[in-house]
């Protein structure tokens, strides 16, 4: 965003008059104009007694781009359908550039948003259902097809405008629904887990194509999803939630290689973070040990560890090395016994267990596996320590 006000900046000199204004409206839109969300301790509490939202707070930059993941019932849909006005909060706040909008209706909200099953009236065509929201504003029909028209090409769909959603396939109507978003121009855009009725491969094209339309636009979006690859591919930062609350939110990196907790750090990963139960005692002077469930690890002197006790080793698949010469294993590894393997074509997922603990490996297609047993090498700088009891991540010092 900085770099477009710069960008912006620089080139007023090689403007005329007229242009020199348009150019200087742009850089009131860029800094001013485009939308900052904060929710301030926010819950939602339906009538039955269900408690969606606890005591949320969240702010959103301008222009930014928030992917919200969490397993089903964790709130994520209904922080949407309240920052959209759907939902009444129960208590707390809702701010756009610092004015609270909980008394708002929907329709002076300035936002747009995309629903699961696409909520197109089937009655209407793929053009009638993009320029609904216009027509409500009573814009001239002219203006409407001018900002449909250009927003249909972009989408690929400017030859299905006059299909009924019936005649559609479900990425068409994904886009049909996704143009009427883009038409109606918001300054706020919310989508609510988009891609889910598509198959996978439809689901990557689109995942790109939302990636170079937020380029393009540079709207606040706030994108819900259950998919850890929507997540980590869309978001500049991540929100993880559950019970109705924020269990963290950074950057993907951070979330993958730094995540606040057990339950984060088991969300993401494909296969998913190997979670390994058991403690640290020391085994000499400035030495120490991860005894787990059946097996024992010697820890290298130059690794930080965790204060001695209960603790949980989360080390990522691609983070141990598998090698199946056993003659030269040390304590520092680890003996594997392999119990089935994923062939992906580029690479291998080795399911393996040592002692009582199950883990998975990935490997690359060069490891010969022609044997029940093989060795495991840690990274461990990649090794992530626990508080087995309270589920949170250890900081160590550097």
């Known amino acids: 965003m900085i770099c477009k006000v710069i960008d912006t900046w620089k080139s007023l000199k090689r403007f005329s008059t007229a242009s020199l204004l348009y150019h200087s409206s742009q850089i009131v839109h860029y800094i001013i104009l485009m939308p900052e969300i904060q ?11 269900f408690r969606a939202l606890d005591n949320l707070s969240l702010s959103v930059q301008k222009g930014e781009f928030i992917t919200i993941i969490g397993p089903s019932g964790c709130g994520k849909t209904t922080l949407l359908r309240t920052l959209a006005g759907l939902e009444s909060p129960s208590s707390g706040e809702i701010l756009i550039n610092g004015k609270s909008i909980n008394h708002l209706e929907p329709k002076d909200r300035n936002l747009g948003m995309v629903f699961q099953n696409y909520a197109l009236f089937p009655h209407l065509s793929a053009f009638e259902n993009m320029a609904f929201g216009l027509k409500a504003q009573k814009m001239p029909k002219e203006e409407i097809r001018r900002r449909i028209e250009p927003v249909a090409q972009r989408l690929e769909i400017h030859h299905l405008l006059q299909r009924k959603p019936s005649q559609l396939s479900g990425g068409q109507r994904q886009r049909v629904a996704l143009g009427r978003l883009l038409a109606k121009n918001p300054e706020i855009h ?15 094209a689109m995942r790109k194509e939302l990636k170079l339309l937020h380029k393009e636009y540079a709207k606040t979006t706030l994108f819900v999803t259950h998919d850890q690859t929507e997540a980590m591919s869309l978001g500049n930062r991540i929100c993880v939630m559950k019970e109705g609350r924020i269990e963290q939110i950074a950057t993907p990196q951070e979330i993958y290689h730094e995540p606040a907790n057990l339950f984060v750090a088991g969300f993401f990963g494909s296969p998913p973070i190997n979670l390994l139960k058991g403690e640290i005692v020391e085994t000499s002077q400035n ?8 097996f024992s690890l010697d820890i290298p002197e130059h690794i930080s560890v965790a204060s001695p006790g209960d603790v949980t080793m989360g080390i990522h698949a691609e983070d141990i090395k598998l090698s199946s010469d056993k003659t030269s294993s040390t304590r520092e590894q680890l003996k594997l016994h392999i119990e089935a393997v994923d062939d992906l074509g580029d690479a291998k997922i080795v399911h393996a267990s040592s002692g009582e603990s199950k883990l998975s490996v990935r490997a690359g297609q060069q490891i010969p596996i022609t044997e029940d ?12 320590w626990f508080n087995t009891k309270s589920g949170e991540r250890i900081p160590l010092p550097s």
């Open 373 to 384: 047993t093989i060795v495991g090498t840690l990274n461990w700088a990649k090794v992530i």
């Open 39 to 49: 929710f301030r301790n926010l819950s939602k509490t339906f009538d039955n007694g």
């Open 287 to 294: 030495r120490w040990a991860f005894n787990g469930h059946g």
């Open 190 to 204: 919310l989508l609510d887990e988009p891609l889910s009725n598509l198959d996978a491969h439809l689901r990557a």
